[in-house]
Nanobody
């Protein structure tokens, strides 16, 4: 079992920055990749960024150049640095951890970007 606790969401003006954190506990050694999805009400959850155990990162086209995902293995934490935020970045951001064949989810944190 893996438990994920997210923090760092909030309200920010367009052009501003936020940093999300996701702390993992439990069967940490079984995790091979982690990442972030976001969901806007009425729409499907979409992948924002992910990072694997080799620190290889992938991003959605909509956030490339603005968001950076990183991990601190010593603290079992994944971060999502979000810069140049836009109103369309608004949504609930969910952290996930893959421990094949299972995927674990955090509770979600709200990010709201005002115009």
């Amino acid at each position: 079992q893996v438990q994920l606790v997210e923090s760092g969401g909030g309200l920010v003006q367009a052009g501003g920055s936020l940093r999300l954190s996701c702390a993992a506990s439990g069967s940490i050694s079984s995790i091979n990749s982690m990442g972030w999805y976001r969901q806007v009400s009425g729409k499907q959850r979409e992948l924002v960024a992910r990072i694997n155990s080799g620190d290889n990162a992938n991003y959605a086209d909509s956030v490339k150049g603005r968001f950076t995902i990183s991990r601190d293995n010593a603290k079992n934490t994944v971060f999502l640095q979000m810069n140049s935020l836009k109103p369309e970045d608004t949504g609930v951001y969910y952290c996930y951890a893959d421990s094949s064949p299972l995927r674990y989810w955090g509770q979600g944190t709200q990010v709201t970007v005002s115009p």
